[in-house]
DNA sequence: TTTATTAATGTTGATTTTACACTTAATAAA
DNA sequence: TTTATTAAGTGTAAAATCAACATTAATAAA
């Protein structure tokens, strides 16, 4: 009978947490060497199993927090994964969920502490399990997202200079951008606040640092904007 | 411990499908009267069980195959609904499918005898459990793509009418579009054959009808054109 | 005060998008 | 056979957007 309950087949449920990172040096992703077997010591995107009483995006918060201590990031959903053998020691489908977190504001002792490491997106070493293939999707979807509508806010400081925001598009788009049609775009959208103070930490003449106003995006948003790049 | 397998918890893994079709009366999609307990004899969407050796995507096509007898349809997966008590019986997570069919094609006795409907997206019956939020967030998609890249030929007879054409991506989008600079920008693609042949059915005049070329569309995907309707 | 360094800024031509209305072809009815 | 009817088919001009491009400004260091 097709669909009674009892003879279903149970499995088990993974959720796999791809997070981005951005500094000076470009875009990284956050990965932890596995310390239970398999794959004990190999590089791997943090996971765990969907307890009984917990629903998907609580789970993704939960394990993001176990293996970084970091707390409050906002994470989206991506796919499921279910190839039979993915998981060798048990049928295991594994949803994955992606983020994008600012390296500076975090990194501090919590990622030192629990063993977790950014690569750069261009270095990484080969994951366990079908975690290449998750964190390809996941570097898709990000470039499809962000050519679309504006994120990476949550990527750089809360003060940030246009060259930062520039440099930041450019690593996740993987091109180069024009930087005065890309500024002029970036102002026309009106979402940032362009600060009296400057950062002097890059030239002599120092540079405007500006901040992100997340009231005027929320209401652009509404009327579904688009950011051509 | 956070990683061990064996103190994780199991869930059933469901599978739904969503099913649009088209014809002249405007989107549409398919779904069944449930005929199981819990809510049997309500409305639903085609959901199962995923079973011990398959995956998603191939239960997926089972489930669509044994409520309408369909196959070969390509569906794609959308999203995974985790809400503890969203199915009342027992923990299930479900993972939401959707494709795009054309109805005239596929209507025969197949879905007479499977006793599934088709229902306008304007006046569908309340569903069980979540599927009205998978349906939601289905449209949402769908409409999303359609903007972006021309999907939509499932979706009609195999020879078409430029009007057909047009009053498809009207439902899907949901707005009126320009007659002249939708065809314009559709002939601007190439990816339509134009036929000697006319459909005499909608005027005196008869109108053109059109197939779609595969390969030049495939060609095309490559360099991932955008359709900005 | 000169030099070196990076930030800031605007214009133009090309392309794309949008808005908009009349003519044509085929047939049915008179 | 003439006329009326119906939807199909077609083009242009103005507006908006995009892409390419180089010089000046501010400051610290020498």
Redesign the pocket.
């Known amino acids: 009978m097709l669909n009674s309950y009892s003879s279903a087949d149970k499995a088990l449920l993974a959720v796999d947490c791809i997070i981005f990172g951005f500094d000076h040096e470009g875009l990284k992703i956050l990965l932890i060497k596995r310390d239970f077997e398999p794959e004990k010591g190999k590089w791997s995107l943090m996971g765990g199993f969907l307890k009984r009483d917990e629903i998907l995006d609580r789970a993704a918060i939960r394990i993001l927090n176990t293996y970084t201590g970091l707390h409050d990031i906002y994470m989206e959903q991506l796919y499921a994964y279910s190839e039979i053998d993915r998981d060798p020691v048990e049928r295991t489908i594994s949803v994955s969920y992606y983020a994008l977190i600012n390296i500076e504001n975090h990194n501090a002792e919590l990622i030192q502490n629990y063993h977790a490491k950014w690569f750069s997106i261009n270095e990484m070493p080969k994951l366990i399990f079908d975690h290449d293939e998750m964190v390809q999707h996941a570097i898709r979807r990000l470039r499809y997202r962000t050519s679309i509508k504006p994120i990476g806010f949550e990527l750089l400081p809360e003060k940030f200079?246009?060259?930062q925001l520039l440099e930041l598009y450019e690593a996740i788009l993987s091109k180069e951008l024009?930087?005065?049609?890309f500024?002029?775009?970036i102002n026309?959208l009106e979402i940032l606040n362009k600060l009296e103070e400057?950062d002097?930490g890059?030239?002599?003449?120092?540079?405007?640092l500006y901040t992100f106003n997340k009231e005027k995006y929320e209401e652009k948003l509404l009327n579904d904007f688009?950011l051509?790049?």
Do not use: A, E, H, Q
């Not at 024009?178 to 049609?181: A, M």
């Not at 890059?202 to 405007?208: A, F, L, Q, T």
């Open positions: 200079t246009m060259r024009d930087k005065r049609n500024i002029s775009k026309s400057k002097m890059s030239s002599r003449k120092g540079s405007y688009v051509n790049l």
